[in-house]
């Protein structure tokens, strides 16, 4: 069965950093793309990056290039995502999603949530002034 869980929502002040982690259970990372998105109370989920394992290519929203960073632990079948220099805008539950490589091949750019097959329940950020 595939599984995912987040971690690592708390709440930080503006200018902090928190790395969130997403826990894969069920299948191997190297075959899937996983994606990270948020969404804030009002707001449509919107896509922040994904990472593909199997070739370490990585792809971000311009909202996050620059302040966050996607990686991937094979060893621990985890995604992480470091966020820095957070905003009180950041504050959103975020979700990881995974969708296999079998469907999608070649992951060109940032995908969709529609693409995505597997979810997470989420964690919080909530960002202060």
């Known amino acids: 069965e595939v599984q995912l869980v987040e971690s690592g929502g708390v709440p930080v002040q503006a200018g902090g950093s928190l790395r969130l982690s997403c826990a894969a259970s069920g299948f191997t990372l190297n075959d899937y793309v996983i994606g990270w998105f948020r969404q804030a109370p009002g707001k449509e989920r919107e896509g922040l990056s994904c990472?593909?394992?199997?070739?370490?290519?990585?792809h971000y929203a311009d909202s996050v290039k620059g302040r966050f960073t996607i990686s991937s632990d094979n060893t621990e079948n985890t995604v992480y995502l470091q966020m820095n220099s957070l905003k009180p805008e950041d504050t959103a539950v975020y979700y990881c999603?995974?969708?296999?490589?079998?469907?999608?091949?070649?992951?060109?750019?940032?995908?969709?949530?529609?693409?995505?097959?597997?979810w997470g329940q989420g964690t919080q950020v909530t960002v202060s002034s």
């Open positions: 999603a995974a969708a296999s490589l079998g469907d999608l091949g070649y992951v060109k750019k940032l995908l969709p949530a529609g693409t995505y097959d597997y």
């Open positions: 990472i593909t394992s199997i070739d370490g290519r990585t």
